[in-house]
């Protein structure tokens, strides 16, 4: 056994055994607890996990730092997080592309997100929103879902929407559209979710889904307008504007991510943090927090947690097959 592995076992057996007298490592005095964003600071992942690291802090014993480890699709972060010592002081978010998409879209990734973590808790969904430009809406007498299916089919290839990049969330959720409403409707993609916002607010794509979270601001200041959400069912966030599924039956592609641990971290540590951020995820205070953000709490067990990433991958597997998308 080389010295990297004994220390390895060493720091396990010692947060067991602290777990074992009702204290443990994500409890001790003044010790830090890290969690890993594999994607840039201020986007909704950033933030709402920064919120749940200040809402935690007391109960974890310690600061909680928020590390951004940013590129590739969220890949060079989950690696790093598949790496760390798993004692339950470096945990990391696992996202919709990270535990879903990127399995299907890169031909190797760094990590195995069936083997190289263990799920604490899902942190939120956000619902994913069909917006249209607010004036280009207007200009081609778009009002409703059923007005821009009906124009895209008698104009065919005229319409575009635009996404973060091929494979990204957005992109998927525009095949799986044009899939089910039988319309052609071109995909521009673009590098990130920001420039391809910036691209449906100069006019230059008609219309993105996007998560609601990063909508929301445009939405209320009217330049953009809510046409469909993509959850199964209506948000209550958004409670006025009808789900795709009403009119395609089956159509459901959200957001969401949650918290994620190394493989081989303690049972006992795995259970202390999920009862720690799943009560402060219960919390009012982070209800209210996360909906002036659009977004929705969805704490659970360890358990319902991994279930959940693994049908999020055999869901996924479909739609990236179905768009084409694949990254080498």
Same mark, same amino acid.
């Given at each position: 056994m080389t %010295?990297? @592995? &004994? &220390?390895? &076992? %060493? %720091?396990?057996t010692l947060a067991s055994l602290a777990c074992l007298h009702g204290t443990s490592a994500v409890a001790q005095s003044g010790k830090p607890i890290r969690i890993i964003v594999p994607f840039a600071a201020g986007g909704p992942i950033d933030v709402t996990t920064r919120i749940l690291g200040e809402a935690t802090r007391d109960a974890l014993g310690g600061p909680v730092?928020? =590390?951004?480890?940013?590129?590739?699709g969220g890949n060079i972060? $989950? =690696? *790093? +997080?598949?790496k760390?010592? !798993?004692?339950?002081t470096t945990l990391g978010i696992a996202t919709t592309a990270s535990h879903g998409i990127n399995p299907w879209l890169f031909s190797k990734l760094p990590y195995d997100p069936a083997k190289d973590f263990v799920g604490i808790t899902q942190i939120l969904r956000v619902p994913n929103v069909l917006v249209i430009n607010a004036d280009s809406a207007k200009r081609l007498g778009i009002e409703t879902l059923a007005d821009l299916v009906k124009y895209a089919k008698a104009n065919p290839?005229? %319409?575009?929407?635009?996404?973060?990049?091929?494979g990204s969330a957005g992109h998927l959720a525009g095949e799986m559209f044009n899939n089910r409403?039988?319309?052609?409707i071109v995909h521009i993609p673009y590098n990130g979710g920001s420039p391809a916002q910036l691209a449906l607010l100069s006019g230059q794509v008609d219309f993105n889904f996007d998560n609601l979270a990063t909508a929301a601001g445009n939405l209320r200041a009217g330049k953009l307008k809510a046409l469909a959400v993509t959850t199964a069912v209506r948000s209550s966030l958004l409670p006025k504007v009808p789900a795709v599924a009403e009119t395609y039956p089956g159509f459901a592609i959200d957001t969401w991510w949650g918290l994620v641990?190394?493989?081989?971290?303690?049972?006992?540590?795995?259970?202390?943090?999920? @009862?720690?951020? /799943?009560?402060?995820?219960?919390? !009012?205070? +982070? /209800? &209210?927090?996360?909906? =002036?953000? $659009?977004?929705?709490? *969805?704490?659970? /067990?360890?358990?319902?947690? =991994? @279930?959940f990433m693994v049908q999020e991958r055999a869901n996924y597997e479909k739609a990236v097959k179905l768009s084409g998308a694949k990254v080498d």
């Open positions: %010295l990297r @592995q &004994t &220390t390895r &076992t %060493l %720091l396990i730092i928020v =590390e951004n480890r940013v590129g590739a972060g $989950m =690696e *790093a +997080i598949a760390a010592v !798993p004692d339950g290839g005229k %319409l575009n929407y635009g996404s973060g990049g091929n409403a039988g319309v052609f641990a190394p493989a081989g971290t303690p049972p006992a540590v795995v259970t202390r943090l999920n @009862q720690v951020f /799943t009560q402060a995820l219960n919390s !009012p205070a +982070i /209800t &209210t927090r996360f909906a =002036e953000l $659009m977004a929705e709490p *969805a704490p659970g /067990t360890t358990q319902a947690f =991994e @279930q």
